[in-house]
């Protein structure tokens, strides 16, 4: 077997050749208990990595990846709320929903000033269905929201939500956690929301 080359010269295709020759005679002269160690302390480690891959998608679930669609019919994916860092507002309405109106309504006065206080996005998810979706944009504009207003009409992000009734708002942090669940419209709930938010954007600036 031709010695392990030593030095710093540039090694050879020869030495090279001769190398690998030793590597064999290690393995067969019974270092496989090495090469089993190894393995283990690797499967070990995949193994680690495997749960923390299972707790970070577990995590992200709070926000389900769906596409909806605006006001034009593009999809938006539910992904890109969340390109801002900033917490958002998810509130399911319908169009018949008179609850549902007064809340949107009641936030649109103070909208303004939580955006500017906390870079809070908030996406008005309407559950409307079949024809009923051309009555979206109409509502927008009588009520003259400034939000993000998407359609849900096959209802797949009502479902993963679990939203069985409107209205239903929930308000997630930065990176999608869930902070806050409310069903039904309390007049005056607006101060809640707003004290949530704010302890979310500290949250987000003390890290």
């Known amino acids: 077997m031709p010695p392990l080359p030593t030095g710093r010269k540039r090694w050879g295709r020869g030495d090279l050749k001769g190398f690998l020759y030793l590597c064999i005679s290690i393995i067969r002269g019974g270092a496989l208990d090495c090469s089993a160690i190894f393995l ?37 994916a539910t992904s890109s709320f969340l390109q801002s860092g900033k917490p958002i507002i998810l509130s399911f309405f319908g169009t018949w929903c008179k609850p549902c109106l007064r809340e949107l309504d009641a936030i649109s006065e103070v909208y303004p000033e939580w955006q500017a206080e906390t870079g809070v996005t908030l996406y008005a998810i309407c559950i409307n269905e079949g024809a009923d979706v051309q009555k979206i944009r109409p509502t927008v504009h009588a009520h003259d929201w400034d939000y993000v207003v998407l359609s849900d009409a096959n209802g797949e992000l009502k479902r993963a939500m679990s939203v069985s009734v409107v209205p239903t708002l929930f308000v997630l942090d930065g990176t999608g956690k869930l902070l806050h669940r409310q069903t039904g419209y309390v007049e005056g709930g607006e101060g809640e929301l707003i004290r949530i938010l704010r302890q979310a954007t500290a949250s987000t600036t003390t890290k």
């Open 40 to 76: 283990i302390k690797m499967k070990r480690t995949l193994f680690s990595l495997l749960v923390l891959l299972t707790t970070l998608v577990a995590h992200a679930q709070d926000l389900p990846q769906v596409t909806l669609r605006d006001l034009s019919g593009k999809p938006v």
